[in-house]
């Protein structure tokens, strides 16, 4: 009997690559991808690796694909932005060993910079894609997905979404499967994509497009459900799902390939109902498509083009319903914050005092926009803060970025901040860059890096020193400050923003949730000397309150003893608390 088990999206994606005779695979953590490695880990059949950013990932997998043996390549939505170099090459290029990328794109934002649609990046690289809509397609759609590219000699992206990722489900378990290298045979035309070349491999992936919508409506991941003709819907992923909630009596064409769209079929079905309607999450990609074709079809029309669809947002737009039976709960509102003790929190609390702006980056350092510290001005992506720093500089002078920042963390540093770092010492560019190490990959769930020492497998390994990267990317000026040691960064920060030279300040202090060991002391507050003015509250930490009568409080089932509202009392009012 098959053994059957619960496990998240994720946890299945992994299982179905481990299945499939993955052999290689490489990803940079990003929410909501980042399980899947965290799982494929566990099956010592796959060499797996952090990358030091995605797009060093799918070039990983594309080496082993080249090199005969089948490898995956995994990645948020905004990660593929990065790997797009790659993508849109390897997609000439075509593979040897099969070559899967799965994307995790990410409707409500739940933990990004924007909604974009991996469909849409599909498209224009002419790359199939497909789209499951629980745990148990998942994996089976990684094992398709493997057999689609060896079979058509493409890349193949599967596309999850956060809810996907994050809900469990039912899978069946199977065995791996043993797929014997395939040998490397020397083809300049089809591996080297110099213009000459390149233009005979475009005529090819035209051919294999072609291939693709001809093929694709018998692909068994498709499937259609008759039931009442009045009402059709085409859809695909997790919205499916939705639909035979909302719309039980509906008849039904669930899309596992949705790129390229299977025309034929879809024709078929459309012909057979009364009203059509296209229910996909994010952009118009099929319904533009399918009404491009002459069939008339409702969508975005009726349905938004923004966050995560529901059954009864569904029932409300199609069938004028809405069994809504509670109010909205008026809950107060949570906003994200740093944890207590975050080391984040000591440096922005001295920006702040300072009166510095933040040319921020990607991370838990985010935060720093937020009250009460309000000192991250800008995020754009991976990398960006070095860069539109060193813009500001060449855009208004040298004094105008005295009172301006670079905030960068250790991870990100090393994804993107490097080739930054080496343009503003290339174009003799100045200005400060605060490196926020805090010796992890925090914001995804504490993933190793190549500055930590350790391997995703747990393994020792060479540690990048960030000082001498610094040092031999030209930087003269590089301080290493404990970052919960508010007077020496203080003074350390002045004079680099004064000093008209490029300076690298490392503000280092582990991840308060990776602290090793018991705490050993805490903080409290003693009555009788508080003045009750306030300045301990200014950091933000969740862990000191205001009760009504004005007296201040820590609680001390928060308090992981990291000692800045020590620092910030003027008074002597907080005390240290020895714990035994």
Same mark, same amino acid.
């Given at each position: 009997?098959?053994?059957?088990?619960?496990?998240?999206?994720?946890?299945?994606?992994?299982?179905?690559?481990?299945?499939?005779? $993955?052999?290689?695979?490489?990803?940079?953590?990003?929410?909501?991808?980042?399980?899947?490695?965290?799982?494929?880990?566990?099956?010592?059949?796959?060499?797996?690796?952090?990358?030091?950013?995605?797009?060093?990932?799918?070039?990983?997998?594309?080496?082993?694909?080249?090199?005969?043996?089948?490898?995956?390549?995994?990645?948020?939505?905004?990660?593929?932005?990065?790997?797009?170099?790659?993508?849109?090459?390897?997609?000439?290029?075509?593979?040897?060993?099969?070559?899967?990328?799965?994307?995790?794109?990410?409707?409500?934002?739940?933990?990004?910079?924007?909604?974009?649609?991996?469909?849409?990046?599909?498209?224009?690289?002419?790359? +199939?894609?497909?789209?499951?809509?629980?745990? !148990?397609?998942?994996? /089976?759609?990684?094992?398709?997905?493997?057999?689609?590219?060896?079979?058509?000699?493409?890349?193949?992206?599967?596309?999850?979404?956060?809810?996907?990722?994050?809900?469990?489900?039912?899978?069946?378990?199977?065995?791996?499967?043993?797929?014997? @290298?395939?040998?490397?045979?020397?083809?300049?035309?089809?591996?080297?994509?110099?213009?000459?070349?390149?233009?005979?491999?475009?005529?090819?992936?035209?051919?294999?497009?072609?291939? =693709?919508?001809?093929?694709?409506?018998? !692909?068994?991941?498709?499937?259609?459900?008759?039931?009442?003709?009045?009402?059709?819907?085409?859809?695909?992923?997790?919205?499916?799902?939705?639909?035979? /909630?909302?719309?039980?009596?509906?008849?039904? *064409?669930?899309?596992?390939?949705?790129?390229? *769209?299977?025309?034929? =079929?879809?024709? /078929? !079905?459309?012909?057979?109902?009364?009203?059509?309607?296209?229910?996909?999450?994010?952009?118009?990609?099929?319904?533009?498509?399918?009404?491009?074709?002459?069939?008339?079809?409702?969508?975005?029309?009726? %349905?938004?083009?923004?966050?995560?669809?529901?059954?009864?947002?569904?029932?409300?737009?199609?069938?004028?319903?809405?069994?809504?039976?509670?109010?909205?709960?008026?809950?107060?509102?949570? +906003? +994200?914050?740093?944890?207590?003790?975050?080391?984040?929190?000591?440096? !922005?609390?001295?920006?702040?005092?300072?009166?510095?702006?933040?040319?921020?980056?990607?991370?838990?350092? &985010? =935060?720093?926009?937020?009250? +009460?510290?309000?000192?991250?001005?800008?995020?754009?992506?991976?990398?960006?803060?070095?860069?539109?720093?060193?813009?500001?500089?060449?855009?208004?002078?040298?004094?105008?970025?005295?009172?301006?920042?670079?905030?960068?963390?250790?991870?990100?540093?090393?994804?993107?901040?490097?080739?930054?770092?080496?343009?503003?010492?290339?174009?003799?560019? &100045?200005? &400060?860059?605060?490196? %926020?190490?805090?010796?992890?990959?925090?914001? &995804?769930?504490?993933?190793?890096?190549?500055?930590?020492?350790?391997?995703?497998?747990?393994?020792?390994?060479?540690?990048?020193?960030?000082?001498?990267?610094?040092?031999?990317?030209?930087?003269?000026?590089?301080?290493?400050? @404990?970052?919960?040691?508010?007077?020496?960064?203080?003074?350390?920060?002045?004079?680099?923003?004064?000093?008209?030279?490029?300076?690298?300040?490392?503000?280092?202090?582990?991840?308060?949730?990776?602290?090793?060991?018991?705490?050993?002391?805490?903080?409290?507050?003693?009555?009788?000397?508080?003045?009750?003015?306030?300045?301990?509250?200014?950091?933000? $930490?969740?862990?000191?309150?205001?009760?009504?009568?004005?007296?201040?409080?820590?609680? @001390?089932?928060?308090?992981?003893?990291?000692? =800045? $509202?020590?620092?910030?009392?003027?008074?002597?009012?907080?005390? /240290?608390?020895?714990?035994?």
């Amino acid at each position: 009997m098959d053994e059957r088990v619960i496990m998240l999206g994720n946890e299945a994606l992994a299982r179905g690559a481990y299945e499939a005779g $993955c052999k290689v695979s490489a990803a940079y953590p990003g929410t909501p991808s980042t399980e899947i490695s965290e799982n494929i880990v566990k099956y010592d059949d796959i060499y797996s690796e952090w990358s030091p950013n995605e797009k060093v990932a799918l070039e990983v997998a594309i080496g082993a694909s080249m090199s005969g043996v089948r490898a995956l390549a995994s990645m948020k939505h905004v990660g593929l932005n990065v790997a797009s170099d790659p993508l849109y090459t390897v997609s000439y290029i075509g593979v040897n060993g099969g070559l899967v990328v799965i994307v995790a794109d990410d409707p409500g934002l739940y933990s990004s910079q924007n909604e974009q649609d991996t469909r849409a990046v599909a498209r224009a690289a002419k790359v +199939p894609v497909l789209e499951p809509a629980d745990s !148990f397609e998942a994996k /089976e759609y990684v094992k398709f997905a493997y057999e689609l590219s060896e079979k058509y000699d493409t890349p193949v992206i599967i596309r999850t979404t956060t809810r996907l990722s994050h809900s469990q489900g039912l899978v069946t378990l199977g065995e791996r499967v043993h797929i014997e @290298d395939k040998p490397y045979v020397k083809n300049i035309a089809k591996n080297v994509m110099m213009p000459g070349n390149a233009k005979g491999r475009h005529l090819v992936v035209e051919s294999r497009e072609n291939a =693709l919508i001809n093929d694709s409506s018998d !692909f068994s991941i498709n499937s259609v459900e008759y039931n009442d003709s009045k009402i059709g819907i085409i859809t695909s992923g997790i919205p499916y799902l939705y639909v035979k /909630e909302a719309l039980p009596e509906a008849s039904v *064409l669930k899309l596992g390939i949705v790129n390229p *769209l299977p025309r034929r =079929l879809i024709e /078929e !079905f459309a012909s057979k109902v009364d009203k059509l309607y296209v229910v996909e999450e994010l952009d118009p990609i099929i319904e533009e498509q399918v009404k491009s074709w002459g069939i008339k079809a409702i969508g975005k029309d009726i %349905l938004t083009v923004q966050g995560e669809y529901s059954a009864n947002l569904l029932r409300k737009a199609i069938k004028g319903e809405d069994i809504s039976v509670l109010p909205a709960a008026q809950v107060p509102g949570r +906003p +994200p914050i740093l944890c207590p003790g975050c080391p984040h929190r000591s440096t !922005f609390t001295v920006m702040n005092k300072l009166k510095l702006h933040g040319a921020g980056d990607v991370g838990c350092y &985010t =935060l720093g926009a937020v009250a +009460p510290l309000s000192c991250v001005d800008t995020m754009i992506c991976m990398g960006a803060s070095i860069s539109s720093l060193h813009g500001m500089e060449k855009a208004k002078g040298k004094d105008y970025i005295k009172n301006w920042v670079a905030v960068i963390g250790d991870s990100t540093f090393i994804h993107t901040g490097i080739n930054s770092l080496i343009n503003m010492v290339y174009n003799k560019g &100045t200005g &400060t860059v605060l490196i %926020l190490d805090n010796s992890t990959t925090a914001m &995804t769930g504490h993933q190793e890096h190549a500055a930590t020492g350790l391997t995703l497998k747990g393994e020792e390994t060479h540690l990048v020193d960030l000082v001498a990267l610094c040092k031999a990317v030209g930087v003269n000026h590089v301080h290493v400050v @404990d970052a919960f040691d508010t007077s020496l960064l203080e003074n350390t920060l002045k004079e680099a923003v004064n000093l008209e030279e490029i300076v690298v300040i490392i503000a280092k202090a582990p991840c308060a949730l990776l602290k090793k060991g018991p705490i050993t002391k805490q903080y409290r507050v003693n009555d009788e000397t508080c003045r009750r003015c306030g300045m301990c509250l200014k950091p933000g $930490c969740p862990a000191i309150t205001k009760k009504e009568d004005g007296a201040i409080v820590i609680d @001390d089932t928060m308090c992981d003893g990291c000692g =800045l $509202c020590e620092q910030m009392c003027r008074f002597g009012a907080i005390e /240290e608390v020895i714990i035994r």
